[in-house]
C-alpha cells in the first residue's frame, strides 16, 4: 500500500508540473518603427526567444502583441530583445 500511495503522489505531481507554467499575452509599444522592414526585424528578435510562441506587429499603431510561455520567458527579455534590435519597447498599460 505504502508504494502505491508513492507512485500516485509521483505520479500526480510529474503531470502537473507542466500546468504551472501559463501562456501569457502582452502588448507592447515599440519605438522607431519608422518603415515596412521594423515590424519584420521586430517580429524576428521576438520570434527568437525561447518560449515565444507568437508575435503580431503593427506599424500603424507601433505595437507588438506576444505571446509566450512565462516558464521560459518574461516581459524583460521581450523589452530586452527589440531593444538590443534598435527598437526600444515598454509594456503597455
Given amino acids: 500500500m505504502p508504494q502505491r500511495m508513492s507512485f500516485l503522489?509521483?505520479?500526480?505531481?510529474?503531470?502537473?508540473?507542466?500546468?504551472?507554467a501559463a501562456e501569457q499575452t502582452v502588448t507592447l509599444n515599440v519605438e522607431n518603427m519608422s518603415c515596412a522592414s521594423c515590424p519584420m526585424i521586430v517580429k524576428g528578435a521576438l520570434k527568437s526567444i525561447e518560449?515565444?510562441?507568437?508575435?503580431?506587429?503593427?506599424?500603424?499603431?507601433?505595437?507588438?502583441?506576444?505571446?509566450?510561455?512565462?516558464?521560459?520567458?518574461?516581459?524583460?527579455a521581450l523589452t530586452s530583445s527589440t531593444t538590443n534590435a534598435g527598437f526600444p519597447s515598454a509594456l503597455k498599460e
Fill in 9 to 20: 503522489i509521483i505520479a500526480m505531481a510529474m503531470f502537473a508540473l507542466p500546468t504551472l
Fill in 51 to 76: 518560449g515565444v510562441r507568437s508575435a503580431d506587429v503593427s506599424l500603424p499603431h507601433k505595437t507588438a502583441v506576444v505571446t509566450f510561455d512565462d516558464a521560459m520567458t518574461n516581459i524583460a
